[in-house]
């Protein structure tokens, strides 16, 4: 009996962190893959004529709803593990969460009769664009709105409707739109050939200077959010354990600029992961164990071992079909997207 008692405690440390772990990978395949069509969609308005605006949609239009299963997964993981937090989070984030699916929507209309339709197409052309840019800035309002935490009372929010909304969250709202419109040109730069690819870019180069300074602005400001989160970073010996990461970012930042500068195609699209992962890492780092900031950890919140384990078997299964499906996708869509579309798409 007292072994069983040891291996359930056992079990009650680690499958809350395993879990952690499983719906953070899910979050980061989600920011990655759905990121850089949402920037396609961003940098939509700014293309020439609509040849561009054809070959930029074609180039995602094949893998485009399979990127967002990463999404479903993050957030079914999150209720069926965590409920407490998926509880106390939802009525905080209501109104950007909202705003984000109708974005999404609108999106996923517009892939659907943009193609099909000739007097309309400029309304599809707005609902992508538009679409894009609100689901991105309510994505990154609703980043924001973690970072700097939630009013709580034992395991209730306590807080208003229109507690999200804050100088931070709309900070890290534009940083994230930023962000994506790099990811974004990034991918036309690795998927698109002549001055389609030549634009896109000139793009990449603005975004990621757009990206670096709001990465400096969002980082510079976390620690006056008044919950000491600059201890974790600064005191010791973790700031010896921790420097290399802002220093790799530099450093990765500067590689981008230098491949773009010198018209390589493939890496500075995963140069651009890269930076996004490391600012990912940056933030699991300020905020680990914490999944309801600044007071509820994911032990506090953590459901029952019987239901983490009975989650977790379907997620062992799912999982990895989901990662070899996308693998096969976009296996299968690789290449450039062809000048004329019309004659077969993909060279």
């Known amino acids: 009996m007292f072994g069983f008692g040891m291996e359930y405690e056992g079990l009650a440390f680690w499958l809350p962190v395993i879990w952690a772990v499983l719906i953070a990978v899910a979050v980061a395949m989600y920011v990655i893959a759905d990121g850089f069509d949402l920037g396609v969609g961003i940098l939509f308005r700014g293309a020439r004529d609509e ?7 074609f180039s995602v239009a094949p893998i485009w709803d399979g990127n967002e299963t990463w999404l479903i997964l993050g957030g079914g993981g999150l209720f069926a593990v965590f409920h407490i937090a998926y509880a106390v989070m939802m009525p905080a984030l209501y109104v950007p969460i ?4 109708i974005a999404l929507i609108f999106r996923g209309v517009a892939f659907e009769f943009r ?3 000739d007097r309309s197409k400029f309304l599809w052309d707005n609902a992508f664009h538009y679409g894009s840019l609100v689901a991105t800035f309510s994505q990154g309002v609703v980043l924001g709105a973690f970072v700097q935490g939630f009013s709580t009372d034992g395991r209730q929010f306590t807080g208003g409707t229109l507690d999200f909304l804050t100088p931070f969250s709309v900070l890290t709202g534009v940083s994230l739109v930023c962000g994506y419109g790099l990811l974004g040109a990034t991918w036309c730069v690795m998927k698109t050939t002549g001055e389609l690819e030549i634009w896109a870019r000139r793009m990449a180069i603005r975004y990621l200077i757009a990206t670096v300074i709001a990465m400096a602005l969002v980082s510079i400001w976390v620690p006056f959010l008044g919950r000491q989160l600059e201890a974790r970073w600064f005191s010791w010996p973790n700031i010896a354990f921790l420097a290399p990461i802002p220093l790799i970012t530099a450093f990765v930042a500067y590689r981008l600029y230098r491949d773009l500068d010198l018209g390589l195609h493939m890496r500075p699209f995963f140069l651009a992961i890269g930076l996004f992962l490391l600012g990912y890492l940056g933030l699991g780092v300020t905020l680990f164990p914490y999944i309801v900031p600044p007071s509820l950890t ?7 071992v019987s239901s983490q384990l009975f ?13 070899a499906y996308t693998a096969y996708a976009y296996w299968v869509f690789r290449g450039k ?3 004329d579309i019309k004659g077969g798409g993909y060279h």
């Not at 040849?51 to 949609?57: E, F, I, V």
């Not at 909202?98 to 699916?101: C, E, G, R």
């Not at 994911?298 to 029952?304: E, Q, V």
């Open 311 to 323: 989650a977790l078997v379907g997620f062992a299964i799912v999982l990895p079909f989901t990662f």
């Open 51 to 57: 040849n561009w605006r054809d070959r930029m949609m």
């Open 115 to 117: 193609f099909k339709s």
């Open 298 to 304: 994911i032990w506090d919140t953590a459901n029952t």
């Open 337 to 339: 997207v062809a000048e």
């Open 98 to 101: 909202t705003l984000m699916l």
